[in-house]
């Protein structure tokens, strides 16, 4: 990831801000973020078994359902909404 450098207050995430999370072989199903304020991405993998992700940082954790990934993340992190 590069590093980027923002004069004046940081870009605020909305929900509608899933598409720029996307990528060929995964869909970003719902953003979070942690403490300070840097995005978590809960995505949806295609063709494994494990098809969910939780991406914060540099740590990536794999769930079977969507429901067991957005568990992990209410009890850590705040949902972005609109």
């Not at 980027?4 to 207050?9: D, E, K, L, N, T």
């Not at 605020?12 to 801000?17: E, F, W």
């Not at 060929?24 to 973020?33: G, I, T």
């Not at 063709?47 to 957005?70: E, H, I, Q």
Request: aromatic share 10%; net charge positive.
């Amino acid at each position: 990831m590069k590093p980027r450098v923002y004069y004046g207050p940081m870009p605020r995430l909305r929900a509608s801000d899933k598409a720029m999370f996307s990528k060929p072989n995964s869909e970003c199903v719902a953003l979070y973020q942690d403490k300070m304020e840097r995005p978590v991405i809960v995505s949806r993998v295609s063709n494994t078994p494990m098809p969910y992700r939780v991406v914060a940082g540099m740590s990536v954790v794999v769930f079977a359902t969507l429901l067991d990934a957005k568990n992990y993340c209410d009890k850590r992190f705040k949902e972005v909404k609109d």
